[in-house]
């Protein structure tokens, strides 16, 4: 692309969990989930090396933002947003995850005490003060707006799992119990307002988009963080246009290991793709072989699908020294199809953390 440029300003290939993009156009500079957070106890390096590693993410992080005009949160995890540090945020217009809906408890906290600070720091005021409560007939009604997410994912609704089939049912049956607790939550916590501060400005973006000069911003729907009724909650994605150029952007699907969900990129066709990459580093924890084998099937058809110059296949899989080994399929197909895929630390001109420290690792040995 010529006139949307992509700057990978951290990710989990370079030591720290994170995927913050800065993503630039003629008409505005977009920073992506500036959020930063160290390495699982497994990971093969020391304690003070991933301090290191998140504290030099940080300020790269911080750089970054100086440059922004817009900032986008896609969900309220700590790699992918900064909850304290609201230096960051000054002067910008933030679209946000809506708390409001289509979040799970702990991320909806997290956004009250985050929006609270907002208030605090750049309006002067308390969020108590601009939450609506909601009146018994309106929180009544709230609980018959939201329809079964799983009719809205027909691919991966009738896919056949054979000997799976009978657990998937029993789990997908759970889950939807989970969402209508979650729906009930919805319904009576009162509603986070957007924000319009002289310094700070809060836009809740799923399914929405904006035009700024000849760059338009649309963000997806909500959509489960990995596999259906996924106890962490919901994110979107985003995509950036800006005349004949795409690039799309898809925080944490998780491989996808949703089929609708890979199918949905496929059909925007974008030239440069950020993807996330299943947990392999949690396998046979919350990550089992049915869902690997999805994440790695849809990745597989999204490289052959696409026309894209670039995939940056990054974000999860990088924790773990095996991720290469995990979703061989995915770096096979990209070299049958001619595809660049690779890892962001890859296409700074290093080798991934993982695979180095682990390297010099067994060298010390």
């Not at 993807?275 to 099937?297: K, S």
Request: proline share 5%; charged share 30%; net charge neutral.
């Amino acid at each position: 692309m010529e006139k949307i440029i992509i700057e990978p300003v951290w990710f989990d290939s370079l030591g720290a969990k994170s995927s913050c993009t800065l993503v630039k156009t003629p008409d505005v500079r977009i920073l992506i989930d500036p959020g930063i957070a160290a390495m699982q106890p497994s990971f093969p390096a020391s304690d003070a090396k991933k301090r290191e590693w998140c504290e030099e993410g940080r300020k790269a992080i911080e750089r970054a933002s100086k440059e922004a005009d817009i900032i986008v949160i896609s969900h309220y995890h700590y790699d992918h947003y900064f909850p304290t540090d609201l230096s960051i945020y000054k002067d910008k217009i933030l679209f946000a995850k809506n708390p409001n809906e289509y979040i799970n408890d702990s991320q909806r906290a997290r956004a009250t005490s985050f929006y609270s600070s907002i208030c605090a720091t750049y309006g002067k005021t308390n969020l108590e003060s601009l939450s609506l409560e909601k009146t018994k007939e309106k929180a009544k009604e709230m609980k018959y707006k939201y329809p079964d997410p799983m009719a809205e994912l027909p691919i991966a609704s009738h896919k056949d799992f054979g000997d799976y089939n009978k657990r998937r049912s029993e789990l997908l049956e759970k889950g939807k119990r989970w969402f209508y607790g979650r729906v009930a939550n919805w319904a009576e916590n009162p509603a986070i307002p957007e924000l319009n501060f002289p310094s700070f400005k809060l836009k809740y973006s799923e399914g929405k988009e904006f035009k700024f000069g000849d760059t338009t911003l649309r963000f997806s729907k909500p959509l489960f963080h990995g596999i259906e009724f996924s106890r962490v909650g919901w994110v979107f994605y985003t995509i950036v246009e800006h005349e004949n150029e795409k690039f799309i952007y898809s925080s944490d699907l998780d491989g996808p290991i949703i089929e609708d969900y890979a199918q949905q990129i496929i059909h925007e066709n974008p030239q440069v793709l950020i993807l996330d990459g299943p947990m392999t580093y949690m396998f046979g924890y919350v990550l089992n072989r049915i869902n690997l084998n999805r994440a790695v099937e849809n990745a597989v058809e999204i490289v052959r699908s696409i026309d894209a110059e670039l995939i940056i296949y990054d974000h999860h899989l990088p924790r773990d020294r095996k991720f290469r080994e995990r979703t061989e399929k995915v770096w096979n197909a990209a070299k049958e199809a001619n595809k660049k895929v690779v890892t962001a630390a890859e296409f700074l001109g290093m080798e991934p953390v993982v695979l180095s420290t682990f390297s010099e690792s067994e060298q010390a040995r």
